[in-house]
């Protein structure tokens, strides 16, 4: 019987060793249990991160790229394996990227904003006055916008031409000198003894339009594979826009067109102008041809565009 309990003695003490160093093993951390090293899966999240923190653009979802990785998740690498690339993100994720673009946005100062236009054209000889609409923009302490109703005047204006009303509607009359002048707003908020007034202004460039560039619009790059073709040619259509010194069109200004074929053997019977449109017809051929629109008013003002015709 005692060879029997020291036996028994011994195996349970066997046992109960066995179980302590499976327990420590279970309870200890990963660098522990397997050594000095790093986990077995620290190098594989690693390089997820850094990829996707290197590569931010690419692995955000479409129609996000360009908004940056949302606030908070931008130490760690970007998006969280798994959300990039989808189309839909989760509703926590989606008020990151709405706040970081908000933020983007320059709040406004408290007190009184003028909005409008900050020149006009002066009209020609005969032609209706030029109005333009002004309105008064509040915002309070806590950056809240409203629109008010203000008290309006014209400073540093003219005896004669120039005017505004209690809407905030500027009426400029033909004749006018050029010059800049101040539309000014005053705003009171509260009444009695608690009245405030606030007061804004908005320097206006009152201005005759000079011809200062050309446009033209229409298409630069023509590949044969995805066009139609009727009775072996191609129809192309082009616009030319005249344009002040402020990048305003000029009504009623003209352009003259002219064709460089280069290497289409092609006339003049190839194109049609009416005015500032111009339609041209190419052949089924690869190569190139610029276009020029020159102001018919002033030849000094002109554009070029440069029409390659290719094959993918």
């Known amino acids: 019987m005692q060879i029997k309990v020291k036996k028994i003695g011994v ?15 279970t309870a200890a951390p990963p660098e522990h249990a397997r050594g000095n090293g790093p986990p077995a899966h620290a190098n594989s999240v690693q390089n997820t991160f850094t990829y996707q923190h290197s590569n931010n653009e690419k692995s955000l979802p479409p129609g996000l790229q360009g908004k940056g990785i949302p606030p908070g998740l931008q130490d760690k690498g970007g998006l969280p394996p798994g959300l990039h690339g989808r189309d839909v993100l989760p509703p926590g994720i989606q008020m990151r990227f709405v706040d970081a673009v908000q933020e ?7 007190g009184l904003h003028v909005e409008g236009s900050e020149y006009i054209i002066i009209p020609g000889d005969g032609e209706e006055p030029a109005e333009e609409i002004y309105t008064a923009v509040f915002v309070d302490e806590e950056g809240d916008e409203n629109t008010v109703e203000a008290s309006w005047e014209v400073e540093n204006g003219q005896d004669e031409g120039i ?7 500027l009426e400029v009359e033909s004749g006018v000198d050029p010059a800049t002048i101040t539309v000014k707003a005053t705003y009171t908020r509260g009444e009695d003894e608690e009245a405030e007034d606030f007061t804004a202004s908005l320097d206006v460039d009152l201005y005759y339009q000079e011809i200062a560039s050309v446009e033209i619009e229409g298409q630069k790059y023509v590949d044969l594979l995805a066009e139609e073709f009727e009775g072996g040619y191609i129809t192309l259509e082009y616009t030319a826009t005249v344009r002040d010194q402020k990048g305003e069109a000029i ?6 067109w002219e064709i460089d074929w280069e290497n289409f053997d092609l006339d003049g019977d190839a194109y049609t102008a009416n005015g500032n449109e111009l339609t041209v017809e190419i052949p089924n051929e690869t190569g190139e041809f610029t276009i020029t629109a020159t102001s018919a008013t002033d030849d000094t003002v002109y554009n070029n565009l440069t029409v390659t015709v290719y094959e993918a």
């Open 11 to 25: 195996v349970l003490l066997t046992l109960v060793f066995m179980l302590s160093i499976t327990a420590l093993a």
């Open 163 to 169: 005017s505004i009303d209690e809407e905030g509607v």
């Open 104 to 110: 983007d946005e320059e709040e406004r100062a408290f």
């Open 251 to 256: 009504a009623g200004e003209e352009v003259d």
